[in-house]
Nanobody, 117 residues
Framework: QVQLVESGGGLVQPGGSLRLSCAAS????????KGWYRQAPGKPRELVAQ???????NYAASVKGRFTISRDNAKNTVYLQMNSLEPEDTAIYYC???????????WGQGTQVTVSS
């Protein structure tokens, strides 16, 4: 059974930092593309950052230069380091893993990030 468990969300002031973690089990983690998505109230879910099995990364324009995605295949964990947080970053953040060849995708349960003074 595949499980993705996110942690690290919370309340932070504008300009602050948070690091999200997503621990995976039940898959060969290194073979999957890993991503972080977010969904704010009343808005569609959007891609925030992604890292391929080969280590290539891409970011949404709104977070480039502030957020960093990384992974530790030995720990089956993907991270999202978020710096210089803005109120517009407030959303539920979801971890996602996708096997490109098998065309399967799994989602975490989400973790709330709130940026407010």
């Amino acid at each position: 059974q595949v499980q993705l468990v996110e942690s690290g969300g919370g309340l932070v002031q504008p300009g602050g930092s948070l690091r999200l973690s997503c621990a995976a089990s039940g898959i060969i983690f290194s073979l999957y593309t890993k991503g972080w998505y977010r969904q704010a109230p009343g808005k569609p879910r959007e891609l925030v950052a992604q890292i391929t099995s080969g280590g290539n990364t891409n970011y949404a324009a709104s977070v480039k230069g502030r957020f960093t995605i990384s992974r530790d295949n030995a720990k089956n964990t993907v991270y999202l380091q978020m710096n210089s947080l803005e109120p517009e970053d407030t959303a539920i953040y979801y971890c996602n893993v996708r096997h490109v060849v098998l065309d399967v995708t799994y989602w975490g349960q989400g973790t709330q990030v709130t940026v407010s003074s």
